[in-house]
Each structure stands twice: as C-alpha cells, then as structure tokens.
C-alpha cells in the first residue's frame, strides 16, 4: 500500500533528478567498460589508477594516495596486496620515518602500465566521443568541484 505523504511522485522525482544515483551509475558503468578493456591484463580500473598513482619518481606512502583516490587506508592496503603478490608493486621503510612505508612500480609494474595506456586511452576517447555534446572537460571540472 502506498504512503500518501511519500507518493509515486517522489520516487520518480528522485529517479529523474538525483545527481547521487545518476552518479553511482554512471561510476558502475564506466567501471564495468574499464573493467572489460584491461581484463587481457588481469587488471581492474581501479587497479590501474592505484598503479598510475605510484607513477612518480618518489614512490608515495599510502597516507599519501587515499586523497588522491578517495579511498580509506584500509581498502588501499587491500587494494595493494594482488599487486604486490604479482610483483607489479612493491613496498620499502621510508628513509625519514621507519613507521610509514614508501610504494614503487616494480619494473614488471611499469612495463605492464606502458602496454595498458594505449588501451586506456582509446577507451577513454570512446567515452569522450559519447560526452562530446556535454562537454567531458566541463563535466570532469564540476565533479573534481564536489570531490
């Protein structure tokens, strides 16, 4: 039986209007077509961005990339381990703190990340192609703008 102060009305306003949801899934979708162009890599979309996020000459430490990739230390631990049981990711003592620990692209990470891009790219200008009335660099500013 339906609530008379919660109408069908509501639940289509929220369908058609809420950013949240349209949000959630268009992260799935995209997530899933990633997803689909790095599986001949055993790699998922966030594998990739945890792994483009260790791409710099100093190797960061773990409380350094959770901003970055919206992710809490925890998940980002659990995140590593498959990289570095594939010995694409590998961990050291941070020489000016013994406690926090500094995270490199091994060798095989770096060259796995150099056969993935290509394929990042054209799938991300596939996406781009679909935005392209919407404008992708104006819809990647307002959502940089909530997060």
Not at 34 to 53: K, V
Not at 75 to 89: M, N
Not at 94 to 110: E, T
Not at 125 to 145: N, T
Request: hydrophobic share 40%; glycine share 6%.
């Amino acid at each position: 039986m339906m609530d008379p102060d919660l109408p069908l009305s509501t639940t289509l306003e929220v369908r058609d209007r809420c950013l949240c949801l349209s949000v959630q899934r268009a992260a799935r979708a995209l997530a899933r077509r990633f997803d689909e162009a790095f599986r001949p890599f055993g790699l998922t979309n966030g594998q990739f961005s945890l792994m483009m996020a260790l791409n710099r000459p100093d190797g960061p430490r773990i409380g350094d990339l959770s901003p970055l990739l919206g992710m809490d230390r925890t998940t980002l631990t659990a995140a590593l381990k498959p990289l570095e049981r594939r010995g694409l990711v590998s961990s050291a003592p941070d020489a000016k703190d013994a406690r926090a620990r500094r995270l490199r692209l091994s060798d095989k990470g770096r060259a796995l990340l150099k056969e993935v891009v290509p394929v990042w790219r054209e799938t991300h200008d596939a996406v781009d192609a679909v935005l392209s009335s919407l404008g992708p660099e104006d819809l990647r500013r307002g959502l940089q703008e909530l997060g």
